[in-house]
Nanobody, 121 residues
Framework: QVQLVESGGGLVQPGGSLRLSCAAS????????MGWYRQAPGNQRELVAN???????DYADSVKGRFTISRENAKNTVSLQMNSLPPGDTAVYYC???????????????WGQGTQVTVSS
């Protein structure tokens, strides 16, 4: 069974930085895409950043130049370095893994439980 465990959320002052990490565990042969989504109160869940196994990245326009996604394929981990955070980045951040190949078969998508990021003075 695949599990995604996030860490690194918390409270940070405006202009500060945080680093989120996510580790996928279980019997996994490969994961095509890993990334981060977020959901603020009253809003829909939205893509923050995504990276394929081959290294292609996709960022939300609002975070380009401030956030950097990275992953280690061999360890099935993905991280998100977030800099210059304004209060508008406050949300629950979810780790996402897509197109997962396991010994039991193919899993389209799996989500972590989410980690709260609060940007406030």
């Amino acid at each position: 069974q695949v599990q995604l465990v996030e860490s690194g959320g918390g409270l940070v002052q405006p202009g500060g930085s945080l680093r989120l990490s996510c580790a996928a565990s279980g019997s996994i042969f490969s994961i095509n895409a890993m990334g981060w989504y977020r959901q603020a109160p009253g809003n829909q869940r939205e893509l923050v950043a995504n990276m394929t196994r081959g290294g292609s990245t996709d960022y939300a326009d609002s975070v380009k130049g401030r956030f950097t996604i990275s992953r280690e394929n061999a360890k099935n981990t993905v991280s998100l370095q977030m800099n210059s955070l304004p209060p508008g980045d406050t949300a629950v951040y979810y780790c996402n893994a897509r197109n997962i190949v396991t010994p039991s078969g193919y899993v389209y998508e799996h989500w972590g439980q989410g980690t709260q990021v609060t940007v406030s003075s």
